[in-house]
Nanobody, 123 residues
Framework: QVQLVESGGGLVQAGGSLRLSCAAS????????MGWFRQAPGKEREFVAA????????YYADSVKGRFTISRDNAKNTVYLQMNSLKAEDTAVYYC????????????????WGKGTLVTVSS
């Protein structure tokens, strides 16, 4: 069993930065690929970024490439999402997800989800 708890959300002006954290419980964190998804009001949940269990591979949605950076610290059981040059359209609830083994990107294949943290970007 893995529990995921996101933090770091808040209100920021357009052009600003935030760093989200996702802390995982359990001793098998390094066995999971980790990802971030987001859901804006009235829209479906969408993929943002992911990182392999080793940290050697990262994946990004086109909409955030060059602005967001995902990283992980397996010693701290934590995955991060550094968000720079934020735009109003980045406003959403951001969810952390864990997938055992390799990242497939399959939304329905995620093994665990956090409850989300709200990011609001004012224009």
């Amino acid at each position: 069993q893995v529990q995921l708890v996101e933090s770091g959300g808040g209100l920021v002006q357009a052009g600003g930065s935030l760093r989200l954290s996702c802390a995982a419980s359990g001793r098998t964190f390094s066995s999971y690929a980790m990802g971030w998804f987001r859901q804006a009001p009235g829209k479906e949940r969408e993929f943002v970024a992911a990182i392999s269990w080793s940290g050697g591979n990262t994946y990004y949605a086109d909409s955030v490439k060059g602005r967001f950076t995902i990283s992980r610290d397996n010693a701290k059981n934590t995955v991060y999402l550094q968000m720079n040059s934020l735009k109003a359209e980045d406003t959403a609830v951001y969810y952390c997800a864990a997938e055992y083994g390799n990242w497939s990107g399959d939304y329905y294949g995620m093994d665990y989800w956090g409850k989300g943290t709200l990011v609001t970007v004012s224009s």
